[in-house]
């Protein structure tokens, strides 16, 4: 998984409760993401970051918040999960960016986290 | 609306057939595509990117096509196996804000031995 880990792996909680998920990168690279996947959805993404503390929203980033302190961390946030937050997330990372039509941002994967809101 | 389709429904075929896999698109002008690799339970895993001015590119038995005029790419797998079995994903730059990806729901591939 290139170097890209995520803890917890698996966190059943309860609906109000703040959860904090963690990726953590051994590449040094500056861009870092945020995805939730669900069935009939695919990957959507939720926050990324292009560089320390730096970051930008996603499509459906209501109800989460991130911070990225140090390259090799990007932390996501629930602050009062609910139920319709219970999914499979996903970190990624990027040596690019994507800025522009030659800057190509092929994204690496960590293993995901699967989070159960009761 | 913007939006990337790939084949619904599932995909079986024989071992050592070709498999095709479509990625339509609508309404954006992407400067290039992506494919991905998923398996059950694991993160997506990057394959190849084709760019916009590439008609065609290719990495041992994959072979991926890019269409800008029809917004279509074709992902092939030559001489398939069983190992190649897993859900497979198109994404695409969005127009405007090159960092973000949107992706397809995916096409699920089983080759049956």
């Known amino acids: 998984d290139a170097g890209i880990t995520q803890s917890p792996r698996h966190k059943v909680t309860e609906t109000g409760t703040p959860v904090t998920l963690r990726c953590h990168q051994t590449?040094?690279?500056?861009?870092m993401y945020w995805y939730r996947q669900d069935p009939g959805h695919g990957l959507r993404l939720i926050h990324y970051s292009y560089g320390v503390k730096d970051t930008d929203k996603g499509e459906v980033s209501d109800g989460y918040s991130v911070s990225r302190s140090k390259t090799e961390d990007f932390l996501l946030t629930l602050e009062s999960a609910t139920s319709s937050q219970t999914s499979v997330y996903f970190c990624?990372?990027?040596?690019?960016?994507?800025?522009?039509?030659?800057?190509?941002?092929?994204?690496?994967f960590g293993p995901g986290t699967r989070l159960t809101v009761l | 609306s913007q939006k990337i389709e790939q084949n619904s429904e599932a995909l079986n075929i024989q071992e050592g057939k070709t498999a095709t896999l479509t990625c339509n698109y609508t309404?954006?002008?992407?400067?290039?595509l992506q494919w991905y690799r998923q398996d059950p339970g694991r993160g997506p895993v990057f394959l190849l990117l084709?760019?916009?001015n590439e008609k065609e590119k290719r990495k041992e038995r994959l072979k991926v096509t890019f269409d800008t005029t029809l917004k279509q790419s074709l992902f092939h797998i030559t001489a398939s196996q069983p190992a190649d079995s897993a859900t497979y994903l198109c994404?695409?730059?969005?127009?405007?804000?090159?960092?973000?990806?949107?992706w397809g729901l995916g096409t699920s591939l089983a080759v049956n031995p």
């Open positions: 309404n954006y002008s992407p400067a290039y």
């Open positions: 590449e040094n690279h500056r861009y």
């Open positions: 990624a990372i990027s040596e690019r960016g994507g800025t522009s039509r030659t800057s190509y941002n092929e994204q690496f």
């Open positions: 994404a695409l730059n969005t127009s405007g804000n090159n960092r973000k990806l949107i």
């Open positions: 084709i760019r916009e």
